[in-house]
């Protein structure tokens, strides 16, 4: 149980673009779900956090504009790198946690989506 | 805000040796300690977690202790193979909004 997917896995993009990744929460209802953003050999860093049915919080110094997300459904959140640069390239993770689990508090990560802008 | 300290970043052990990463936090207010497993070009797994209301737990080879009064806590694994080699890192979490704060990260290598 407990299974995040993502799509796509990697994607390659043009400057100036703008690319939708997808996270799915496969066996329960992610009440809530965050995007984080992880250069190489760094660690983890919180973009936004989004609860089904409402607007993303946001971390300082994350352009809401540039990243928009979406948490339409209880096992579905979308995020849109607008207009991307090569700045942007990173490996972006979502992770959920929600009904259906033993305990509620614990985050469960997808596999990580590589995003290259050229 | 919270703020996690992680040591070493880089962690070499013989297999079958044991090996130990440790964790401390400021914000006495947490009570959530998640470690995950990251491997290369792949998202973190859960490994362990803790709660604030014990002090150790134990799964098979990975064990992990809390010392809220230090605010510190650690993770154990016994017995290593070359396939516990990969990105370990600590997490904590006040439950205010699920947010977790991440430790820096330790790269473990485990020698055959």
């Known amino acids: 149980g407990a299974v995040v997917s993502q799509h796509p896995s990697r994607v390659i993009c043009k400057s100036g673009t703008s690319v939708k990744i997808e996270c799915r929460s496969l066996d329960f209802q992610a009440t809530t779900m965050f995007w984080y953003r992880q250069f190489p050999k760094q660690s983890l860093m919180l973009m936004a956090t989004?609860?089904?049915?409402?607007?993303?919080?946001?971390e300082q110094g994350v352009e809401k504009d540039k990243f928009l997300i979406n948490h339409a459904s209880l096992t579905l959140s979308t995020l849109t790198v607008t207009s991307a640069h090569p700045e942007d390239s990173s490996f972006y993770i979502c992770s959920a946690r929600g009904r259906g689990l033993h305990l509620t508090d614990t985050q469960y990560f997808g596999p990580g989506t590589r995003l290259t802008v050229l | 805000g919270e703020n996690v300290e992680q040591h070493p970043s880089t962690l070499s052990v013989q297999e079958g040796d044991s090996a130990v990463i440790k964790c401390t936090y400021s914000?006495?207010?947490?009570?959530?300690f998640p470690w995950y497993k990251q491997e290369l070009g792949k998202g973190p797994q859960l490994i362990i977690d803790?709660?604030?209301?014990?002090g150790e737990k134990k799964d098979q080879r990975i064990a992990v202790t809390l010392n809220k009064t230090a605010k510190h806590f650690s993770l154990h694994i016994t017995e290593t193979q070359p396939e516990d080699s990969a990105v370990y890192f600590c997490a904590a979490s006040n439950n205010q909004g699920g947010k977790l704060i991440f430790g820096q990260g330790t790269e473990l290598s485990v020698k055959p």
């Open positions: 914000d006495s207010a947490s009570n959530y």
């Open positions: 803790i709660r604030s209301n014990v």
């Open positions: 989004s609860n089904e049915g409402s607007k993303a919080t946001y």
